[in-house]
């Protein structure tokens, strides 16, 4: 069964230096990996997916993710962090019923 | 262009009552899905919806059921409420159910008291 790990339930990160936050992935043939970000109370907000081509994806709000087949893997990344890019970070794959499946997310506090 | 919308936004039921939240897609997708999202964790895939017929379902009891309207907007219906199913409960559309991207809506907070 497809399955997502998100292995740090937290990251902090000085606003300015770099951030990333970790994914990995489980599932059969090809995956089709997202990015999501949650605010308080809110939806989620969609950041970047990857499905095939450039290993290096970018998406909004200056966000970027990397795949990497042998290691399974699809970490987000931004160059500079901002203090706004405090949240809930959500990966996920879609299954073979079509359906996404999410991890359980990591809390992102970029610290001024 | 209007997003994925959900009314209310928030809900208070008491256990054994019946529940129903509604979703209007992002204008142009034409199909719905539905999450469970508790306090601290990732969204739940409950089912998805496409040409008004049930194409998917996660692992939930049949006491959740929806629909979808022939303008692509849904509805889910909790009935029998329990405690555990207080939650945020997150509707999101795409265009077609084959591996598109999800657009949220803002989600429904329901409390089960």
Do not use: M
């Amino acid at each position: 069964a497809q399955s997502v790990a998100q292995p740090e339930d937290q990251v902090n990160v000085a606003e300015g230096n770099p951030l990333t936050v970790k994914c990995t992935y489980s599932v059969s043939g090809n995956p089709y990996l997202f990015w999501y970000v949650q605010y308080p109370n809110r939806g989620l907000q969609f950041l970047l997916k990857y499905i095939t081509g450039d290993n290096l994806v970018k998406g909004s709000y200056g966000f970027e993710a990397e795949f990497n087949k042998s290691q399974t893997s699809f970490h987000l990344k931004k160059p500079s962090a901002l203090v706004s890019d405090s949240a809930l970070y959500f990966c996920a794959v879609i299954d073979y019923g079509q359906n996404f499946v999410f991890g359980p997310g990591t809390r992102l506090s970029v610290l001024p | 262009d209007a997003g994925v919308t959900q009314s209310p936004t928030h809900l208070i039921k008491t256990r054994g009552q019946q529940v129903t939240l509604r979703c209007s897609p992002k204008s142009g997708h034409d199909t719905v899905s539905w999450y469970q999202q508790a306090l601290g964790q990732g969204p739940q895939f409950i089912f998805q919806y496409y040409e008004e017929e049930e194409r998917q379902r996660g692992n939930f009891p049949d006491r959740f059921s929806g629909h979808q309207f022939p303008n692509y907007s849904s509805e889910l219906n909790v009935n029998a409420l329990l405690l555990g199913d207080s939650a945020l409960y997150l509707c999101a559309s795409s265009l077609n159910y084959l591996r598109d991207t999800q657009y949220f809506g803002p989600g429904t907070r329901l409390t089960v008291l």
